[in-house]
């Protein structure tokens, strides 16, 4: 090996071995979450105690998306729903009762995204699932839905049938027990392709190529656990054989231990290395400030991949709303706001002049008087006109405006849910904040 060679070697070691242990404990984080997560099912019944856990991680004023909607059941009684169950609340909003006996345990099983009344009946849309009760069972009871369609994503009613959206389909009932599945119409325009983080978000995952790919993507994160607790042992062997040698003891061991080490240690990283960078640059992206210049780009579909179907919505829908007034519906999707006519027969049109979405979602989106929606997201909370276009903001009464090139995927009120009593009061909640009352002079307690 020439010098120059065996400069260049010393010089990647030392690169390779610094910013390595700097990282070492971020990468042991990033791998044991990133198994977790993959396997959410599996833990979802595990609970652990906010109080236990950083105070920005624990609810201050039902702040960080504890609350998304509510629903009047009585004279002077709502039911809020959101990352917290379902809870009736009485005397204007003051007095709270839970409301979530018949769930599954675990907290992770009462992340409620819908709450509607159909007929004698409450249903609750959840992340895991499809429920229903009434006030004098005072007991939620699964309702069967098909298998990989058990995330709702919302639910509203059309006369006496009830509307059920999966991230996927659209669902029809008028008695909780028969469903009819829906496969919507492809929107105007329709090309066959899929959002770049969609598709980075799957292969990050593993699930783009379905549970195959996740347990590659989990044997990816147990060699990443293999090569930092390895390579800081490496860092630590020399260390350990200099203390047997000042107390004059064999070192024949640990030497041996430190090669194999080191042999395995470079084996193993030789043969990942090109997987893991992938994996570690798809991850990358999927939050700011690497997701920004890429949330509204599409890519072309990955053949013989779990994007690769002929449904053009697939994990595509959000939220729903039937326009009975107008007779149509109106959906909110991960590429917009599009409206249907009352068949569901044509292609689905985009709305023009939407308001400002985040990349995030839709939290809020509440009908108002002609032809009005309240539309709120961690962009903000505005008044949206659907007749005209035109998109106001809440607070202030400016017109929006959609913002041109790469900004923020959030605005200053980060809207995370809306909540009304039967005494006319409002309060919208902030991520960060929590509950603001609208138009009185007291807070959401």
């Known amino acids: 090996m020439s010098p120059n060679s065996s400069l260049w070697v010393r010089r990647f070691k030392k690169y390779h071995k610094w910013p390595g242990i700097v990282v070492s404990l971020f990468a042991l984080l990033f791998a044991l979450s990133g198994i977790i997560l993959n396997h959410r099912n599996l833990i979802s019944n595990v609970d652990i105690s906010r109080k236990l856990m950083p105070p920005g991680y624990q609810y201050n004023n039902w702040n960080l998306a504890a609350v998304r909607s509510s629903l009047p059941i009585g004279n002077d009684s709502v039911l809020i729903y959101g990352n917290i169950g379902t809870w009736i609340v009485t005397e ?44 004098k069972e005072s007991i939620w009871k699964s309702i069967p839905m098909p298998e990989e369609e058990e995330r709702i994503a919302d639910l509203t009613v059309k006369g006496d049938t009830l509307l059920i959206l999966t991230r996927d389909h659209l669902f029809f009932t008028t008695d909780l027990v028969h469903l009819s599945q829906m496969n919507l119409p492809p929107p105007i325009g329709y090309e066959r392709k899929s959002g770049l983080f969609l598709t980075l978000w799957e292969l990050h995952s593993g699930e783009l190529f379905g549970f195959a790919g996740k347990l590659v993507v989990d044997l990816l994160g147990v060699v990443l656990l293999f090569l930092t607790i390895s390579g800081l042992l490496h860092f630590l062997f020399p260390k350990w054989i200099s203390r047997l040698k000042s107390r004059q003891r064999t070192f024949a061991t640990p030497l041996a231990m430190k090669k194999l ?121 505005f008044i949206w006109n659907l007749v005209t276009g035109e998109s106001d903001d809440y607070f202030t009464g400016a017109p929006t405006e959609a913002p041109h090139g790469m900004g923020r995927p959030v605005g200053q009120n980060m809207a995370a849910g809306f909540v009304k009593d039967t005494r006319g009061n409002s309060y919208w909640f902030d991520y960060n904040l929590g509950a603001i009352a609208i138009n009185q002079g007291h807070s959401f307690p």
């Open 92 to 135: 204007g909003l003051t007095r709270f009762h839970d409301y979530n006996s018949g769930f599954p345990y675990g907290i992770d099983k009462r992340k409620i995204y819908s709450v509607v009344k159909y007929k004698d009946r409450l249903v609750a849309g959840t992340h895991f699932g499809l429920f229903s009760s009434t006030l």
């Open 261 to 381: 080490n080191l042999k395995w240690h470079n084996l193993i990283g030789y043969i990942f290395v090109a997987f893991l960078v992938i994996n570690t640059t798809a991850g990358m992206f999927l939050r700011p400030p690497l997701l920004i210049p890429i949330s509204s780009t599409q890519v072309g579909i990955v053949p013989f991949s779990h994007l690769d179907t002929d449904n053009p919505w697939h994990d595509k829908l959000r939220r729903v709303i039937w326009n009975e007034e107008n007779q149509h519906y109106l959906f909110y999707t991960s590429d917009g706001f599009f409206l249907a006519d009352s068949a569901l027969k044509n292609n689905l049109q985009s709305v023009a002049n939407q308001p400002l979405v985040s990349i995030m979602g839709c939290n809020v989106l509440e009908p108002m008087a002609d032809n009005r929606l309240l539309v709120g997201s961690f962009s903000g909370l």
